[in-house]
């Protein structure tokens, strides 16, 4: 069983900061792709950014480039988003997921991903 739990989200005027945290536990080895995905209300879910904490390599959404940085710290078992020159259109739930994969081309498909946390809200204004 593997369970995630996103922290760090709020309420934020544009272009300010925020980062969030998704602590990766459980039954999973330390070579996985984690996702961060978003969801605006009445929208699809959809990819933001994802890192294989294999070896570290990136993938971002092109509205997301330059403004979200995704990293990780393997010590805690934790990926963070950190998102700066926030704007309103990036008012979502925030999910992180993981699995058992390398990321690749397909990190932003849903059907990608096993393992889900239970969001947290981010709120530009």
């Known amino acids: 069983h593997v369970q995630l739990v996103e922290s760090g989200g709020g309420s934020v005027q544009a272009g300010g900061s925020l980062k969030l945290s998704c602590i990766v536990s459980g039954d999973i080895d330390n070579r996985y792709c984690v996702g961060w995905f978003r969801q605006a209300l009445g929208k699809e879910r959809e990819g933001v950014a994802a890192i294989y904490t294999g070896g570290g390599s990136t993938y971002y959404a092109d509205s997301v480039k330059g403004r979200f940085t995704i990293s990780q710290d393997n010590a805690k078992n934790t990926v963070y988003l950190q998102m700066n020159s926030l704007k309103p259109e990036d008012t979502a739930m925030y999910y992180c997921?993981?699995?058992?994969?390398?990321?690749?081309?397909?990190?932003?498909?849903?059907?990608?991903?096993?393992?889900w946390g239970q969001g947290t809200q981010v709120t530009v204004s």
């Open positions: 997921a993981a699995d058992q994969t390398s990321c690749g081309g397909s990190w932003h498909d849903l059907g990608e991903y096993n393992y």
